[in-house]
T-cell receptor, first 114, second 115 residues
Framework: AQTVTQSQPEMSVQEAETVTLSCTYDTSESNYYLFWYKQPPSRQMILVIRQEAYKQQNATENRFSVNFQKAAKSFSLKISDSQLGDTAMYFCAFSETSYDKVIFGPGTSLSVIP | DTGVSQDPRHKITKRGQNVTFRCDPISEHNRLYWYRQTLGQGPEFLTYFQNEAQLEKSRLLSDRFSAERPKGSFSTLEIQRTEQGDSAMYLC?????????????FGPGTRLTVT
């Protein structure tokens, strides 16, 4: 069974600084999909960024980028120029196919400090 | 695009009662997913539908849980004989298999408290 691990339950970062959230996963599949979701306090879960495992190039979305290391089964999220609105729970997630159920990690609570 | 909506947003019930939640997906989305999220944890998959067909159920979905999507639009999740362990946030998400954007869009959730 696939599992997703996030070893940092809580992190904090100064506004405008850069922070990296870690994620590892376990699967025997060769192709799959990885995601980072953001859940702000009392608000809906939204997708931050996604990576298809067959793509070697790391995905980027504005201030968000990933470091995908397929052999190490590692998928970290880098947030540059952190903003107060980035304060949220961040979940690393895995899916076998693009339309399949998503398996979530336990989350990292990120606080951006003014 | 009005997004995924869920009703009710909060439900308090006594142990042993039945509860039903509703999810309205984004109108053109053919896939609909239910997840459960307990405090401080990531969401756990419960079940999903493609149109009206229920394609997969997690073993977390005991026989007290049933989900339907009768016309391939909205879905209901019913919990019979609720237990305190059922207290959680129940999240619904929807997606479309018809194009390159396979993102799951989440609703605000229904928070269930069983007393």
């Amino acid at each position: 069974a696939q599992t997703v691990t996030q070893s940092q339950p809580e992190m904090s970062v100064q506004e405008a600084e850069t922070v990296t959230l870690s994620c590892t996963y376990d699967t025997s599949e060769s192709n799959y999909y990885l995601f980072w979701y953001k859940q702000p306090p009392s608000r809906q879960m939204i997708l931050v960024i996604r990576q298809e495992a067959y793509k070697q190039q790391n995905a980027t979305e504005n201030r968000f980028s990933v470091n995908f290391q397929k052999a190490a089964k590692s998928f970290s999220l880098k947030i540059s120029d952190s903003q107060l609105g980035d304060t949220a729970m961040y979940f690393c997630a895995f899916s076998e196919t693009s339309y399949d159920k998503v398996i979530f990690g336990p989350g990292t609570s990120l606080s951006v400090i003014p | 695009d009005t997004g995924v909506s869920q009703d009710p947003r909060h439900k308090i019930t006594k142990r042993g009662q039945n509860v039903t939640f509703r999810c309205d997906p984004i109108s053109e989305h053919n896939r609909l997913y239910w997840y459960r999220q307990t405090l401080g944890q990531g969401p756990e998959f419960l079940t999903y539908f493609q149109n009206e067909a229920q394609l997969e159920k997690s073993r977390l979905l005991s026989d007290r849980f049933s989900a339907e999507r009768p016309k391939g639009s909205f879905s209901t999740l019913e919990i019979q004989r609720t237990e305190q362990g059922d207290s959680a946030m129940y999240l619904c998400a929807s997606s479309s298999t018809g194009g390159p954007n396979y993102e799951q869009y989440f609703g605000p959730g229904t928070r269930l408290t069983v007393t």
